[in-house]
């Protein structure tokens, strides 16, 4: 069974930086494009930024310009370089992956992993 594992949370003043990693186990991680999600309290879970398996990438416009998303197929994980964060960002950052580049937003997922917090706090 496929596993997530995000880590690289923390807190963080406003304008500071984060890099998150995703670790994906199993196999045949290059054949799936991958997602950052976040999900703030009382809000719903959000794609934040999406990368193909070709390498386009797609960013929502709250964090486009501040964010960028990567990935390493060698080493099975993808990454979210945040930059310029805002308290805004505060939320609990997930990845995930769909076969389909386009089915990122909506799905459907396969199983979530615990996240990893972002707080940003003067």
């Known amino acids: 069974q496929v596993q997530l594992v995000e880590s690289g949370g923390g807190l963080v003043q406003p304008g500071g930086s984060l890099r998150l990693s995703c670790l994906r186990s199993?196999?045949?991680?290059?054949?799936?494009?991958m997602g950052w999600y976040r999900q703030a309290p009382g809000k719903q879970r959000e794609l934040v930024a999406g990368?193909?398996?070709?390498?386009?990438?797609n960013y929502a416009d709250s964090v486009k310009g501040r964010f960028t998303i990567s990935r390493d197929n060698a080493k099975n994980t993808v990454f979210l370089q945040m930059n310029n964060l805002r308290p805004e960002d505060t939320a609990v950052y997930y990845c995930?992956?769909?076969?389909?580049?386009?089915?990122?937003?909506?799905?459907?997922?396969?199983?979530w992993g615990q996240g990893t917090q972002v707080t940003v706090s003067s």
């Open positions: 995930n992956g769909n076969i389909l580049y386009r089915e990122l937003a909506a799905g459907p997922f396969g199983s």
């Open positions: 199993g196999n045949l991680f290059s054949a799936y494009a």
């Open positions: 990368i193909s398996t070709g390498g386009n990438t």
